[in-house]
């Protein structure tokens, strides 16, 4: 099983940027995909946006034009850029490998967005 660890998570303002990683132990070459989820408090965990191997994406309707995903195949890494945070972004966000059923899933990091 690949373990993955997701970092970059933090305390922001409302209309302010921050930017996670999720480092995989292993190659994610083979891995079509990754993805970004997240659980707000008291919701269920949803998914928020894929990347294939090839680099392409999708976005839910809510962050999408905000927020942007990417994978560095050579670094095992996949990230997503998160600019004009807003309150509603809070959450726990976890990355996941393989699919939501069967993949690999992060310990998760927190971004609380607040004023």
């Known amino acids: 099983q690949v373990q993955v660890v997701e970092s970059g998570g933090g305390l922001v303002q409302p209309g302010g940027s921050l930017r996670l990683s999720c480092t995989a132990s292993?190659?994610?070459?083979?891995?079509?995909?990754m993805a970004w989820y997240r659980q707000a408090p008291g919701k269920e965990r949803d998914f928020v946006a894929y990347v294939t191997s090839d680099g392409a994406t999708f976005y839910v309707p809510s962050v999408k034009g905000r927020f942007t995903a990417s994978r560095d195949n050579a670094k095992n890494t996949m990230y997503l850029q998160m600019n004009s945070l807003q309150y509603e972004d809070t959450a726990v966000y976890y990355c996941?490998?393989?699919?939501?059923?069967?993949?690999?899933w992060g310990q998760g990091t927190l971004v609380t967005v607040s004023s």
């Open positions: 996941n490998l393989g699919g939501e059923h069967s993949g690999s």
């Open positions: 292993a190659s994610i070459v083979g891995i079509n995909y």
